[in-house]
Structures are given as C-alpha cells and as structure tokens.
C-alpha cells in the first residue's frame, strides 16, 4: 500500500511541474502582437497587456477590440505552412447546385415551367353554397 501511494505522490508531483512549465512557457510567447486563442475559442492578436489589472486586449477583427482576463489566453496560434497556400476553386457549372450552396431564387424560378394551380373543390363552393341558402 505504501509503494502505491509514494508512486501517485510521485506522479502528482511530475505533473504539476509539467503543468508549471508549460504555464511559464505560454507566459513568455504571449506579448503584444502575437495571435492567441483564447478558451473559449476567439481568435485575435493581442495590442495591449495589463499586469496590474490582469487584462489582455485583443484585435479579433480589424475595428473590434474585445478586453478579456489575461487567464483566458490559453495558446499562441503559430501559422501553419499551408496557410498561405491557396487552393483552385472549380467554377464548373454542371446545372446542379453543390449540397448547401444557395442559388439565386429568379434564375430558379426562371428555369422551372409554371406551376398551374389546381382547380378549387367542388365541396368547398357547395358548402358555401348552402351557407347562402339557408
């Protein structure tokens, strides 16, 4: 029982040192100018840094700047090498939308015959009919 419990001690102990260094790590990369992503999933670049108020303000998106606890910072987004790679769009036009492309309702409506409308019931104009009788 006492070899079990040294070993968790001892695992408890390297992990923690482990989640300490990382910590320190993040610290250093994270400066201004740098692009981070926060914990909840946005994504900016960082134009100012409060020590004292812990605070971190981040340009998202040219014009909005968001205020966020410097904690939420979690990592330094590093572009990849594919990035700035630029795949082919294919503008071929076989008649068919792709799955969940949206088209232009007038084109649509100009390709497809007119719909005649069905013929009104007869059941619906007798019973009008006797509503006026009566």
């Given at each position: ?18 989640r ?8 250093s ?8 992503m ?10 100012e ?10 340009e ?12 939420t ?20 036009t ?41």
């Amino acid at each position: 029982m006492l070899v079990v419990l040294a070993v968790l001690v001892i695992f408890m102990f390297r992990n923690s040192r482990k989640r300490q260094a990382q910590a320190r790590e993040l610290q250093s990369k994270v400066a201004v100018g740098a692009e981070v992503m926060t914990n909840f999933g946005l994504y900016g670049t960082i134009l100012e840094m409060d020590d004292e108020e812990n605070q971190v303000l981040l340009e998202t998106t040219p014009g909005t700047v968001l205020k966020v606890h410097r904690q939420t910072v979690t990592r330094v987004v590093t572009p990849s090498p594919l990035d700035g790679i630029d795949e082919p769009i294919d503008h071929s036009t076989d008649g068919e939308p792709e799955y969940g492309e949206r088209i232009d309702e007038s084109i649509e409506a100009a390709d497809k015959p007119a719909i005649e409308k069905p013929a009104t019931d007869t059941l619906s104009s007798d019973k009008t009919d006797k509503k006026g009788d009566e």
